[in-house]
């Protein structure tokens, strides 16, 4: 694989992997300030909000370094520095 393909695909997985952690903590957030707002909720549906946001950016995290195990472990794989 070329340089340049290689490059950009390591750019890719870098913005899908910054697009996947902000994504549910955005939208979990935005949720529960919906829910606030709109039924008169106390502030406990904002910290809920976050928490099940940085639950899910964690998962999406987790779930990004499998992917990532995976394709280091492929044979013939990159296995080297991700600067390199």
Same mark, same amino acid.
């Given at each position: 694989?070329?340089?340049?393909?290689?490059t950009?695909?390591?750019?890719? @997985?870098?913005?899908?992997?910054?697009?996947s952690? !902000?994504?549910?903590?955005v939208? %979990?957030?935005g949720g529960?300030? @919906?829910?606030?707002?709109?039924?008169?909720l /106390?502030? @406990?549906?904002?910290?809920l909000?976050?928490?099940?946001g940085?639950?899910?950016?964690? %998962?999406?995290l !987790?779930a990004?370094?499998?992917?990532?195990?995976?394709?280091?472990?492929?044979?013939? /794989?990159?296995?080297?520095?991700?600067?390199?």
């Amino acid at each position: 694989m070329s340089e340049w393909m290689r490059t950009l695909r390591f750019l890719s @997985w870098l913005t899908q992997v910054g697009v996947s952690v !902000a994504a549910p903590l955005v939208l %979990c957030i935005g949720g529960g300030l @919906w829910l606030y707002r709109r039924f008169a909720l /106390g502030p @406990w549906v904002i910290v809920l909000a976050v928490v099940l946001g940085l639950g899910g950016a964690a %998962c999406s995290l !987790a779930a990004f370094f499998r992917v990532v195990q995976r394709e280091a472990e492929k044979p013939g /794989g990159h296995r080297g520095n991700f600067n390199r």
